[in-house]
């Protein structure tokens, strides 16, 4: 195969003090793969996806990031307005808590075309229809697109966040625990929809999530982090019916049939 | 892929289990196993509870890792190493190669019957309108009533669970198929279209590793049976 | 006849009320505000002897640069005569003691809230905009540190979601004053609370316009002859406000009005903002419908469009 990855981390360190939240982590993310990151609180796996997706500076380490245009560039020693500009465009970041990923008292049709009206689409009628085909992609009636996510259910608004991020086909979409905090039924669509977008658009994601069944659900393939550290990675059926070190076994042991 | 080349090639495959919260226990569960399996063929997996024939399975997928030895996937043209392969190659495999009837089907739960079918198709790039409609075909071919389709299987009954996972695999028209007691749970009536389903595959070339507890399944499906010593105890 | 004098300010303050080091400080930020057409300069803004909201930063700057041989004219939404612009009137006469005026055209410094005088401002002059908030981005992003990287990096994009948010709600754009514009293609910029039907002046004026923020302590400019665009839709282009009616007074059709209500049955009349103009106007003979019967009866403030804007 002759395919290259879409990202590749390496050695990526962060601090907090004198305490060591992530330390020397890796890993390679392939086009159009879901790769989980698993672990219990404190693992360090939130502060990873934070460094990774630039939201949080990293000690050490490089985030190879390979363009749609074609070279490669580390992420993290990019000049700001270029790493913006390519997190806005080609990269997405679901956030657990939708308040955080959107803007609560503008139309749902406003957030949808924020990253448009961002990269120079000045024509209200096209913001306004490309909204609504996201809505109908992401399983929200069309009719309330005008309407503010204020008043949306909790799933809705964490569905309209991803509508938000993916009106511009971004490649990479890093996601913190998306499901967390939602109701069981409401969790069981979005895992569906999560399913089908990725399929459909071909985008690679990582799926931060402490919850073994969404990783098992969603992920192609799991890392396993403890105290900052990856302590096992692989396909992700192989992990949790074959766990190997002796975290990954506890962790699997713990959970409720996954 | 040539029938007088074998599909799978198994050569001295081991997996020991270590169960580190148990003290570290290891559990042999294959010990040299070797094994060919051509296309147009169903090896029937034969010996006691216990003897790792679902393990033999699961390591074929690439469910467990194996620790030793090799297992050959007759695979686009090549042949291609599974223990120790990548897990993108894995998927790969999975994708166009290797289907897997397993004993419980594993699915999100608000997902329709018909949509898991057609996943297989959908993954490999079929437009959803004519997938779904295979999806519905095979569906019916299985006796699921079509009141059932748009339903999430979660409510079905053993057996019908058991025939959508049985169309999930069957409707991607793999290669090699293994199937982890196909007919379990079915009535006669529904074993029967299950057995023909199996026989129709491998007239088509299919190259099928099966375990099959029902005797009258395995009497009518088996093209030679494959025999699994029980393992050793545990060893400490 | 009033033989020329010196203006003399009144005794025991300084010329113009600051002190030389703070106008010299406000100096320097106005020229690096001129450098950089639109963006925002950061000044150490004085406690001045009128409540912040009350246009202390137009003040400030207009203390700045007035000399002695200036002309002052203020106003307050477009009039002289209101409270606002006779307060800071008297305030530099007796700082200054300089010349005032109400003549647009004989103005070199004019000061402003909330308007941009009818009567096109000339190479030469320098107009005052009284600014209570500047950041334009503040409304989307709350934090200081981030509207910074926002104009550092020309990130615009999310601007306009207000205006889309407009559309949405009332089928157009309905932001009608502060309404957000480009300038010289690079900055995006606040004009202050003028109504938008003053925007278009501010495109390439020959004029020297400089914005004064006293509570939030930012000083900005548009030089001469500086591209100004204000942000638009390409299914929704900006446009200006238009009257049916006429001025009652002058007869201007091109000017903007304000709505009167004249007496207490709820009798309205249009009347020129710019209490100015529409006086040269009528000096030159042009007449308006009149007002209707019982007006002097309705209260002197009148009703001011743009008022929401306080």
């Not at chain 2, 029938?3 to 198994?10: M, Y």
């Not at chain 3, 000339?122 to 209570?132: D, F, K, L």
């Amino acid at each position: 195969m002759k395919e290259q990855p879409i990202l590749e981390v390496r050695d990526l360190t962060r601090r907090f003090g004198l305490r060591t939240a992530v330390r020397d982590v890796g890993f390679e993310l392939w086009p159009g793969e879901v790769l989980g990151i698993v672990g219990e609180s404190g693992s360090g796996k939130t502060t990873l996806l934070n460094c990774v997706g630039g939201r949080l500076p990293a000690d050490d380490g490089t985030v190879l990031y390979r363009t749609a245009a074609g070279p490669a560039v580390d992420m993290l020693a990019l000049a700001e307005a270029k790493r913006r500009r390519l997190l806005r465009t080609e990269w997405g970041f679901v956030h657990q808590n939708p308040r955080d990923g959107l803007r609560l008292d503008v139309s749902a049709g406003g957030n949808v075309g924020e990253r448009l009206m961002a990269l120079g689409h000045r024509h209200y009628g096209n913001l306004r229809q490309a909204a609504i085909d996201w809505l109908a992609q992401v399983e929200i009636d069309t009719a309330r697109v005008d309407d503010a996510p204020r008043a949306f259910s909790g799933g809705m608004q964490q569905r309209l966040q991803i509508a938000r991020n993916l009106v511009t086909h971004p490649r990479v979409v890093l996601m913190d625990e998306p499901t967390g905090g939602l109701d069981v039924s409401v969790q069981a669509r979005l895992l569906d929809l999560l399913r089908r977008l990725v399929r459909e658009t071909g985008v690679s994601a990582v799926i931060v999530t402490h919850d073994l069944g969404v990783a098992r659900l969603l992920a192609d393939r799991l890392l396993v982090m403890k105290g900052g550290e990856v302590v096992e990675g692989g396909l992700t059926d192989r992990l949790l019916d074959d766990p190997h070190h002796p975290y990954t076994q506890l962790l699997v042991s713990s959970a409720l049939s996954v | 892929m040539r029938a007088d080349e074998p599909a799978l090639r198994i050569r001295s495959l081991r997996k020991t289990f270590t169960l580190h919260l148990r003290g570290g226990v290891r559990i042999d569960a294959l010990r040299g196993v070797d094994l060919d399996l051509f296309p147009a063929e169903s090896v029937v997996l034969r010996g006691p509870s216990g003897a790792g024939k679902s393990t033999l399975m699961r390591c074929i997928y690439g469910n467990y890792a194996a620790d030793g030895g090799s297992i050959r996937v007759a695979h686009d043209g090549t042949s291609v190493e599974l223990v120790g392969a990548a897990p993108r190659q894995v998927h790969d495999l999975r994708r166009r190669t290797l289907g897997y009837v397993s004993q419980f089907l594993r699915v999100i739960p608000r997902v329709p019957a018909i949509d898991i079918v057609a996943e297989p198709l959908l993954a490999r790039g079929i437009a959803a309108a004519d997938a779904r409609r295979r999806a519905a075909a095979l569906l019916e071919r299985l006796n699921i009533p079509s009141r059932l389709f748009d339903l999430p299987p979660a409510t079905f009954s053993g057996g019908e669970q058991q025939r959508v996972n049985i169309a999930h695999v069957f409707i991607a028209r793999y290669p090699i198929l293994l199937l982890d007691e196909p007919t379990a749970s079915l009535d006669d009536a529904n074993r029967g279209v299950v057995v023909e389903l199996i026989q129709e595959a491998r007239r088509d070339g299919a190259a099928i590793l099966a375990i099959l507890h029902d005797a009258a399944a395995r009497e009518a499906l088996a093209t030679r049976i494959f025999d699994l010593a029980p393992r050793l105890a545990e060893v400490a | 006849m009033n033989a020329m004098t010196e203006p003399v300010a009144e005794d025991g303050y300084n010329f113009a009320f600051l002190d030389e080091q703070t106008k010299r400080m406000i100096r320097r930020a106005i020229l690096k505000a001129v450098a950089i057409p639109g963006h925002q300069i950061p000044f150490g803004s004085r406690e001045m002897p009128l409540s912040y909201g009350w246009g202390t930063g137009g003040i400030q700057v207009t203390a700045a640069v007035i000399g002695r041989d200036d002309t002052l004219k203020v106003i307050d939404q477009g009039a002289d005569d209101t409270t606002n612009a006779v307060s800071i009137r008297g305030f530099f006469r007796r700082m200054t003691g300089v010349a005032t005026t109400e003549r647009t055209d004989q103005a070199t410094i004019v000061q402003t809230r909330h308007r941009i005088p009818e009567t096109r401002l000339a190479e030469g002059q320098v107009i005052v905009y009284q600014v209570p908030i500047p950041e334009p981005l503040r409304w989307l992003e709350p934090r200081e540190t981030e509207t910074c990287k926002m104009h550092g990096l020309a990130e615009y994009g999310a601007m306009h979601v207000k205006l889309y948010e407009d559309i949405v709600r009332y089928g157009r754009i309905e932001t009608a004053y502060d309404y957000p514009v480009m300038v010289n293609g690079r900055y995006l910029m606040r004009p202050s609370p003028i109504p938008k039907f003053d925007n278009p002046k501010m495109d390439r004026m020959p004029a020297l316009q400089l914005f004064g923020a006293g509570r939030e302590k930012r000083i900005y400019a548009v030089p001469p002859y500086t591209s100004v665009k204000s942000l638009d839709f390409e299914d929704h282009p900006f446009e200006v406000e238009r009257w049916e009616h006429c001025c009652a007074l002058c007869g201007s059709n091109d000017s903007f009005l304000d709505e009167i209500v004249v007496d207490d049955s709820g009798n309205r009349a249009f009347v020129c903002s710019d209490t100015d103009y529409c006086g040269e106007r009528r000096a030159q003979g042009h007449q308006g419908a009149g007002m209707p019967a019982g007006y002097g009866q309705a209260a002197a403030d009148g009703a001011a469009p743009g008022r929401k804007g306080d």
